[in-house]
């Protein structure tokens, strides 16, 4: 469950935060609300790749979005380490 919290989280973090760099045309071409929210909820990180294609239409656009998967991905499994820890019996 925390790592659905965290992906959902951070994923919806980071489309917000490259949304705020991109150019009128570029942002022209991103989701709008409701489709922002089901494209993160049902396919994070998967979005994000999504994103960067969709958005810069470039290479460039493909590897942004290729980290920002990767930095979520971490996350989860930060996020499973901490809870396998807290749980294993001393």
Partial sequence: MLQAVVSIALTAWLLRRDEKRLSELELSR???TPSFWIAVVYFS?????????????????LLIGLDFAWVVLLAQLLADELIQAALRPE
């Avoid at 990180?45 to 656009?61: A, D, Y």
């Fill in 30 to 32: 991103a989701w709008n």
């Fill in 45 to 61: 990180p998967l979005c994000l790749l999504i994103h960067g294609l969709r958005t810069r239409r470039s290479l460039m656009g």
